[in-house]
């Protein structure tokens, strides 16, 4: 350890999340982003519902840790379905802009909650 210091933006006393909302280190952000709404409840409707409320927590995260969207470095994509690829592209590309980050797409049997048909994870740059 070098004697940085490491952030977190923790969820809200109470909630069900094991979880901080982002950590960072040197100037990096974590984070993962799921789709969950305000009062701890999960949209688990189409994809293309979830992506978008997914890819929305992801910008407030980043927001949050003094990054963007734009300064995102890395993005994995877990789909519990990989045919919903193109279908998350639809988000994807009114949520990140151009020039976009290098990424992978993994398809998962199942994700941690039951309906629960995507997650992202993402490595940031920081500002400051």
């Known amino acids: 350890m070098t004697g940085a210091p490491i952030g977190r933006n923790s969820p809200p006393p109470g909630a069900r999340s094991l979880s901080a909302h982002s950590t960072w280190f040197n100037g990096i952000v974590y984070t993962t982003a799921v789709p969950s709404r305000a009062d701890g409840s999960f949209e688990l409707g189409d994809i293309r519902a979830q992506a978008e409320l997914t890819l929305e927590n992801l910008a407030r995260d980043l ?10 470095l890395h993005l994995t994509i877990y789909l519990a379905d990989i045919a919903d690829w193109a279908s998350f ?12 980050p290098c990424r992978c797409a993994v398809g998962v049997a199942a994700l941690a909650i039951p309906g629960m048909r995507v997650e992202v994870t993402a490595l940031a740059a920081r500002a400051g």
Do not use: L, Q, T
Request: glycine share 0%; hydrophobic share 25%.
């Open 63 to 72: 927001r949050d840790a003094d990054s963007s969207m734009a300064d995102i």
């Open 89 to 100: 592209n639809e988000s994807y590309v009114r949520h990140v802009p151009k020039p976009y």
